[in-house]
């Protein structure tokens, strides 16, 4: 059985810094593209970053600057670095991976919760 599971959230100040790590698991042939999402309270899930194979990058406008995706395909990991967090940027984080094994897929983790005070 293939998963992907976040770690790293917690609660930061303003203008603090978190790093977000996704690692895949399980029969797993190869990873295609990889991605971030988050959902506040009351709002849709809404794309953060994703990144492809060949480690092209996607941002959305409200994190550009601020966070940073990346991966290790070694270890079947996507990372988001972010800087200079907001409070908009409270949400619970969760990680996609277009994922092919015995079956492909697009896998989606538990989520994170990433708190961001003022």
């Known amino acids: 059985q293939v998963q992907v599971v976040e770690s790293g959230g917690g609660l930061v100040q303003a203008g603090g810094s978190l790093r977000l790590s996704c690692a895949a698991s399980?029969?797993?042939?190869?990873?295609?593209?990889m991605g971030w999402y988050r959902q506040a309270p009351g709002k849709q899930r809404e794309l953060v970053a994703a990144?492809?194979?060949?480690?092209?990058?996607n941002y959305a406008d409200s994190v550009k600057g601020r966070f940073t995706i990346s991966r290790d395909n070694t270890k079947n990991t996507v990372y988001l670095q972010m800087n200079s967090l907001k409070p908009e940027d409270t949400a619970v984080y969760y990680c996609?991976?277009?994922?092919?094994?015995?079956?492909?897929?697009?896998?989606w983790g538990q989520g994170t919760q990433v708190t961001v005070s003022s």
């Open positions: 996609n991976a277009d994922i092919v094994g015995i079956v492909h897929g697009t896998i």
């Open positions: 399980g029969s797993i042939i190869r990873i295609n593209d």
């Open positions: 990144i492809t194979s060949g480690r092209k990058t």
